[in-house]
């Protein structure tokens, strides 16, 4: 057993008596007495060399990653398979939650029409603050960050990226095929153009008119399969009826729902961010290999690449919208298609951001 890590001061505090500390990890790959790599370093580059070079050797893999996958994830899976290596990411996607063995093991048999959640725990921290508390999105990302629940540039959570990172995945589990993760939507529509990114746009003022409508303001993950094969997929945030499972989603923990025939509607919650979820699933992922399962995606066909035209982003359906920026409106909602409500108001002179509401089933 080996662990590298180009910082020793990692080690420090560890009981490592009986593994070999390395500071290069490329130098774990191929070696014949390494069973398994784990990659845990995150983002794209050194990480993405080491699982390739690894799955190349014929070497078992598991990993968090949700960037790599979400990005290379179907490179990486045709490596596995042509290399009779096993890839389990259970922890890139909620944690603890065991939602993509779930997918390609027990809802196999069914034909899945739609994947939702809330797959983000730290803007979920951020939301929850800041409808609870009233605060301002500014000190409630400062206090998230005190916290550890956001990084120093938190842009890739409140962004939106992670929880895109994440729905890619549950996209190849769920639909067979990987998506271009950079063209799932992350910025609610404006009356012309988009809004900011992910909950950036988010707003004290926008929470509290959601609050009257009876509507709590989540960031949430979605993604659907029509009749015609056409995924629409897109990560923002939405009203949500405060009678919702999803409102009612506190703090960092997760929900996903998964929609299918026959099973009807299944929910996954749980701890979705930290270190003690993650090396849940990691560990799990360890197990499973032990046991001869195989890759996360077990025994699933292999996935195909989505054509661009098969992938909308959902948002000119008829729906209700909420937005605060209309004079004399606390909360303007209106049962129209974005494109017609576009018309409606060109001329206006506003530039409100518009954000879904979600209905029920």
């Not at 990560?235 to 929900?255: I, K, Q, W, Y």
Request: charged letters at 25%.
């Amino acid at each position: 057993m080996a662990v590298a890590d180009s910082d020793a001061s990692r080690f420090e505090g560890l009981d490592l008596r009986d593994v070999k500390r390395l500071d290069d990890g490329s130098a774990l790959i191929g070696r014949p007495d390494i069973d398994v790599v784990v990659e845990l370093i995150g983002g794209i580059g050194t990480a993405g060399r080491l699982v390739a070079s690894a799955l190349d050797a014929g070497q078992s893999v598991v990993t968090a990653n949700k960037a790599l996958l979400a990005r290379r994830g179907m490179e990486l899976e045709q490596r596995a398979r042509d290399r009779g290596a096993v890839l389990r990411f259970e922890a890139a996607v909620g944690g603890a939650i065991p939602v993509l063995a779930t997918l390609a093991g027990d809802l196999a048999a069914n034909r899945i029409d739609r994947v939702r959640g809330i797959v983000n725990g730290s803007t979920n921290f951020v939301l929850t603050e800041m409808s609870e508390a009233g605060a301002a999105y500014d000190e409630v990302v400062a206090r998230a960050k005190s916290l550890g629940f956001l990084e120093a540039d938190p842009s890739t959570d409140v962004e939106g990226r992670d929880a895109a990172d994440k729905l890619a995945i549950l996209i190849r589990l769920a639909f067979g095929a990987w998506p271009d993760v950079t063209a799932i939507r992350r910025a609610p529509p404006a009356l012309r153009g988009d809004g900011p990114a992910g909950i950036t746009g988010v707003t004290v003022t926008l929470i509290e008119a959601a609050r009257r409508e009876r509507l709590a303001v989540k960031l949430v993950a979605e993604a659907s399969r029509d009749g015609a094969g056409v995924i629409s997929a897109w990560v923002l945030p939405v009203a949500v009826p405060v009678g919702d499972p999803l409102a009612r989603t506190a703090g960092a923990e997760n929900r996903i729902e998964i929609v299918g025939h026959p099973v009807g509607s299944v929910a996954f919650v749980g701890a979705g961010a930290g270190g003690a979820p993650t090396s849940s699933a990691v560990l799990g992922d360890l197990l499973a290999i032990a046991r001869g399962e195989g890759s996360t995606w077990a025994g699933l066909p292999p996935a195909t690449e989505l054509p661009a035209e098969r992938l909308a982003d959902g948002m000119d359906v008829a729906r209700r919208w909420l937005t605060c920026d209309l004079p004399g409106e606390g909360g303007f909602t209106s049962a129209t298609s974005l494109a017609d409500l576009r018309a409606r108001l060109t001329g206006s002179g506003l530039n409100a951001t518009l954000f879904p509401i979600l209905e029920g089933d």
